[in-house]
């Protein structure tokens, strides 16, 4: 029995079949608390009905985090304090990068706090860099040989960060965790995870760092922050990285309850593109008779004219097939395709738009984040659609702007009417470059 598989984790044990410890090192924990009318389950701390969690014989299981395996009354804990037994190797930083004044000032604040173990906020823009704004905090994390992870709720976004992080941090051992991994797990100093598989940890690592914090389904899950608040040492940090921070988020900063570093400039040190807003007030009704707004036909073929490439965002897979249908009536001989979620070729769709196959994609909020297309612009028929929030459509306006050759890109928004989720993206958008104006004067001065 490799004893390392334990340190700071709760590692799942048939009690029936295990009788007795194997190492007296190794601490038994219970699974469920039962109690009158209701368990609660000491993995995703999620309080369940007797009647709904009731296995045969008096036992009880938990439903709602089965997917990491059935935690039941017939099970135990397996787990080991985190002793944090690495050795470091030097140079312990091998990235050689350059950051901006404004990143560097932002690095140092964060690696401060990290220092200091403290809740902290990176309210970064989109396209702000803040994957290398970590790399000083987290080097120093790691030559006091403290245990780090980095958790993000999607697959896609660790497995972007895995590569990126072995170049930068190339003597560390890390290991990468995620429901589709096929690799055993072992005993590292770095993690990168997804944020479910926090749960699989407890009172394990003296930093984490989650991103994209805004993101489904951590936002909206008790569970998973309470997985992240279980998987932290209790005097641990926590760092938070987003461009789009919650409600819940910007009330503990005004509160002094959670510190905050902004950034509010990209790389490239331009503003945000603003968002233009447009009436389209039947906009379906058009779609349906094959044509489309006539404001948004004429940003199209000013944006082809201009030879400037860009994104049509739609509000759900089902106005897919009736737009596209009315772009190629109105745009004829123009290079596109739709893609969306469940797209069984939406990978190779997306790298056709980056090797410059198409001219725009129709999309639905699938690509508001995680991908980068150089100067385009940005469109979203129905922006004040529900199913757009108000983070989403930050995100889906972030997409634009983001090269340095073209930082600026046209972001407009259709809407039937001027609604909560429209204005407050708008206003947000505004706050930052407020922000941004500031930083501005700052650099010119330094």
């Given at each position: 029995?490799?004893?390392?598989?334990?340190?700071?984790?709760?590692?799942?044990?048939?009690?029936?079949?295990?009788?007795?410890?194997?190492?007296?090192?190794?601490?038994?924990?219970?699974?469920?608390?039962?109690?009158?009318?209701?368990?609660?389950?000491?993995?995703?701390?999620?309080?369940?009905?007797?009647?709904?969690?009731?296995?045969?014989?008096?036992?009880?299981?938990?439903?709602?985090?089965?997917?990491?395996?059935?935690?039941?009354?017939?099970?135990?804990?397996?787990?080991?304090?985190?002793?944090?037994?690495?050795?470091?190797?030097?140079?312990?930083?091998?990235?050689?990068?350059?950051?901006?004044?404004?990143?560097?000032?932002?690095?140092?604040?964060?690696?401060?706090?990290?220092?200091?173990?403290?809740?902290?906020?990176?309210?970064?823009?989109?396209?702000?860099?803040?994957?290398?704004?970590?790399?000083?905090?987290?080097?120093?994390?790691?030559?006091?040989?403290?245990?780090?992870?980095?958790?993000?709720?999607?697959?896609?976004?660790?497995?972007?960060?895995?590569?990126?992080?072995?170049?930068?941090?190339?003597?560390?051992?890390?290991?990468?965790?995620?429901?589709?991994?096929?690799?055993?797990?072992?005993?590292?100093?770095?993690?990168?995870?997804?944020?479910?598989?926090?749960?699989?940890?407890?009172?394990?690592?003296?930093?984490?760092?989650?991103?994209?914090?805004?993101?489904?389904?951590?936002?909206?899950?008790?569970?998973?922050?309470?997985?992240?608040?279980?998987?932290?040492?209790?005097?641990?940090?926590?760092?938070?990285?987003?461009?789009?921070?919650?409600?819940?988020?910007?009330?503990?900063?005004?509160?002094?309850?959670?510190?905050?570093?902004?950034?509010?400039?990209?790389?490239?040190?331009?503003?945000?593109?603003?968002?233009?807003?447009?009436?389209?007030?039947?906009?379906?009704?058009?779609?349906?008779?094959?044509?489309?707004?006539?404001?948004?036909?004429?940003?199209?073929?000013?944006?082809?004219?201009?030879?400037?490439?860009?994104?049509?965002?739609?509000?759900?897979?089902?106005?897919?097939?009736?737009?596209?249908?009315?772009?190629?009536?109105?745009?004829?001989?123009?290079?596109?395709?739709?893609v969306h979620a469940s797209d069984p070729h939406r990978l190779s769709k997306v790298?056709?738009?980056?090797?410059?196959?198409?001219?725009?994609?129709?999309?639905?909020?699938?690509?508001?984040?995680?991908?980068?297309?150089?100067?385009?612009?940005?469109?979203?028929?129905?922006?004040?659609?529900?199913?757009?929030?108000?983070?989403?459509?930050?995100?889906?306006?972030?997409?634009?702007?983001?090269?340095?050759?073209?930082?600026?890109?046209?972001?407009?928004?259709?809407?039937?009417?001027?609604?909560?989720?429209?204005?407050?993206?708008?206003?947000?958008?505004?706050?930052?470059?407020?922000?941004?104006?500031?930083?501005?004067?700052?650099?010119?001065?330094?």
């Amino acid at each position: 029995m490799d004893k390392s598989n334990y340190y700071g984790r709760r590692v799942l044990v048939n009690w029936v079949d295990q009788q007795q410890q194997a190492d007296p090192a190794i601490k038994v924990l219970p699974t469920i608390a039962v109690h009158a009318q209701t368990i609660r389950c000491y993995r995703c701390n999620t309080e369940t009905s007797k009647r709904l969690a009731a296995l045969p014989n008096g036992e009880y299981y938990c439903p709602h985090c089965i997917n990491l395996g059935r935690v039941s009354t017939l099970d135990k804990f397996y787990h080991v304090p985190e002793p944090n037994q690495f050795t470091v190797k030097k140079p312990v930083l091998s990235w050689h990068g350059q950051l901006s004044p404004l990143q560097e000032r932002a690095a140092k604040q964060v690696a401060s706090r990290m220092k200091d173990h403290q809740r902290q906020l990176l309210w970064a823009v989109t396209g702000a860099g803040k994957t290398e704004m970590m790399f000083k905090g987290l080097a120093a994390c790691l030559a006091r040989r403290e245990r780090i992870a980095i958790a993000s709720p999607r697959v896609d976004v660790c497995l972007e960060l895995y590569p990126r992080l072995q170049v930068a941090f190339v003597n560390t051992d890390m290991a990468i965790l995620h429901a589709h991994q096929e690799l055993p797990y072992h005993y590292a100093q770095l993690t990168i995870c997804t944020t479910h598989q926090l749960l699989r940890f407890y009172h394990a690592f003296d930093n984490l760092i989650i991103d994209e914090v805004d993101a489904f389904p951590f936002a909206a899950s008790p569970a998973l922050f309470f997985a992240s608040r279980q998987a932290v040492k209790k005097n641990g940090g926590i760092l938070y990285l987003t461009a789009t921070p919650s409600t819940g988020m910007i009330k503990q900063v005004r509160r002094q309850q959670l510190a905050v570093t902004y950034l509010p400039l990209r790389y490239h040190g331009a503003l945000l593109p603003t968002i233009h807003r447009y009436l389209a007030p039947r906009w379906r009704h058009q779609i349906k008779r094959g044509t489309l707004p006539a404001s948004l036909l004429r940003r199209m073929r000013l944006a082809v004219a201009n030879k400037h490439r860009f994104l049509l965002f739609v509000p759900h897979v089902d106005d897919l097939a009736s737009v596209a249908a009315a772009c190629r009536r109105s745009l004829a001989g123009l290079k596109f395709t739709t893609v969306h979620a469940s797209d069984p070729h939406r990978l190779s769709k997306v790298q056709g738009m980056r090797d410059h196959q198409y001219t725009f994609l129709i999309t639905t909020s699938i690509l508001e984040r995680g991908v980068t297309f150089p100067e385009i612009d940005v469109l979203v028929l129905g922006a004040d659609d529900e199913i757009f929030s108000t983070a989403a459509l930050v995100q889906i306006a972030g997409r634009a702007g983001r090269s340095a050759k073209r930082p600026t890109g046209h972001v407009g928004f259709w809407v039937s009417a001027h609604r909560k989720n429209v204005q407050q993206a708008v206003r947000q958008i505004n706050s930052m470059n407020r922000k941004g104006r500031d930083c501005q004067s700052e650099v010119s001065h330094l």
